[in-house]
T-cell receptor
Framework: DTGVSQNPRHKITKRGQNVTFRCDPISEHNRLYWYRQTLGQGPEFLTY????????KSRLLSDRFSAERPKGSFSTLEIQRTEQGDSAMYLC???????????FGPGTRLTVT | QKEVEQDPGPLSVPEGAIVSLNCTYSNSAFQYFMWYRQYSRKGPELLMYTYSSGNKEDGRFTAQVDKSSKYISLFIRDSQPSDSATYLC?????????????FGSGTRLQVQP
């Protein structure tokens, strides 16, 4: 069990560019979550998948954000037309069908210049 | 007013001290409670998970939940310099269709050798 992995670990982009992050959950975890964390704050929920179905979305997930989990395994989070306010750590977590605990990955740190 | 309030610290204690970390919450629908530890520029690491009022112990850590007062605590015994990190409380409602965690803003702990 290698834990939740996220790529890239760091991303620097210019305002207006699109970026995509990838999350690979713990194997056999069917639930996958995306959170965003800014400096000095706790993580804020963005969205949640059970298998390939996106079941819950936060109002923070504006129309510039889209998440997919096409085969119920890895997930991608895309931000279109990035803004400086999108600079944050993007965290992915997963949980198993039996237990409720969410286990987090190392995060992708996004800097929008 | 935030749903979950947590003193940001920093909390500085000498090695070997007992540490008490606390969160209050306003939403009585929260039924599941977690504590995470987060080192700088890393993802949160799950320490404790509980869903009932009372105490739960795991090694040097004890989680306490008082639902009547909407108050949760994490106690760390025999604190070590390696415990220096930010501690985040998190909670979620009992609705199985809603799995978003709501986090406090974190308390930064420094254990002095």
């Amino acid at each position: 069990d290698t834990g939740v992995s996220q790529n890239p670990r760091h991303k620097i982009t210019k305002r207006g560019q699109n970026v995509t992050f990838r999350c690979d959950p713990i194997s056999e975890h069917n639930r996958l979550y995306w959170y965003r964390q800014t400096l000095g704050q706790g993580p804020e929920f963005l969205t949640y998948f059970q298998n390939e179905a996106q079941l819950e979305k936060s109002r923070l997930l504006s129309d510039r954000f889209s998440a997919e989990r096409p085969k119920g395994s890895f997930s991608t989070l895309e931000i279109q037309r990035t803004e400086q306010g999108d600079s944050a750590m993007y965290l992915c977590a997963s949980s198993s069908p039996i237990r409720d605990e969410q286990y987090f990955g190392p995060g992708t740190r996004l800097t929008v210049t | 007013q935030k749903e979950v309030e947590q003193d940001p610290g920093p909390l500085s204690v000498p090695e070997g001290a007992i540490v008490s970390l606390n969160c209050t919450y306003s939403n009585s629908a929260f039924q599941y409670f977690m504590w995470y530890r987060q080192y700088s520029r890393k993802g949160p690491e799950l320490l404790m998970y509980t869903y009932s009022s009372g105490n739960k112990e795991d090694g040097r850590f004890t989680a306490q939940v008082d639902k009547s007062s909407k108050y949760i605590s994490l106690f760390i015994r025999d604190s070590q310099p390696s415990d220096s990190a930010t501690y985040l409380c998190a909670m979620r409602v009992a609705d199985t269709g809603r799995r978003a965690l709501t986090f406090g803003s974190g308390t930064r702990l420094q254990v002095q050798p």
